[in-house]
């Protein structure tokens, strides 16, 4: 294999999308906030306070991943945490500060997902539906077994 490998390609091509989004949401006076927030808040958004365990359901991400990005956002004060139902569950919720940045939000959300369709547009295959199902094709056999396959 000559070049990058896959890996690599995906977190460059990562890389451009967020630093994009990124540039975006600063332009709109939202500093300091990060693309990976933006399904927590949304998830928080629509189904109001939720245990970081269904959050990451939501999201779709590990619960390290979520209590990770969540313990991030509490230090920004996006979201608040609180104990749940046992001492192992805590329940995140948004915070007034993450509730008045709504609207610019929602406007870097709309227009992130609108330029995401004009990319797809533009490829052969629309990049949302190969991500789709790629990850579906994972799910159902993992990469780890398919590199076993070749060792």
Do not use: C, N
Not at 88 to 105: E, G, N
Not at 140 to 145: F, M, N, V
């Amino acid at each position: 294999m000559t070049g990058p490998g896959l890996g690599t390609r995906l977190r460059h091509l990562i890389e451009l999308l967020d630093s994009d989004v990124a540039a975006v949401e600063e332009e709109l006076g939202l500093t300091g906030f990060r693309p990976r927030y933006a399904p927590f808040l949304r998830t928080l958004a629509t189904l109001g306070p939720s245990s970081i365990r269904d959050l990451a359901a939501a999201v779709e991400v590990t619960h390290s991943a979520a209590s990770q990005t969540v313990a991030q956002m509490e230090r920004q004060g996006l979201v608040s945490l609180s104990p749940g139902t046992d001492a192992r569950q805590r329940i995140v919720d948004l915070t007034p500060k993450s509730m008045a940045l709504m609207p610019r939000l929602k406007l870097a959300w709309d227009a992130a997902e609108a330029a995401g369709r004009e990319l797809d547009a533009e490829l052969p295959y629309p990049l949302s539906e190969v991500v789709i199902a790629a990850t579906e094709a994972l799910r159902h056999k993992p990469l780890r077994e398919r590199i076993q396959r070749y060792l």
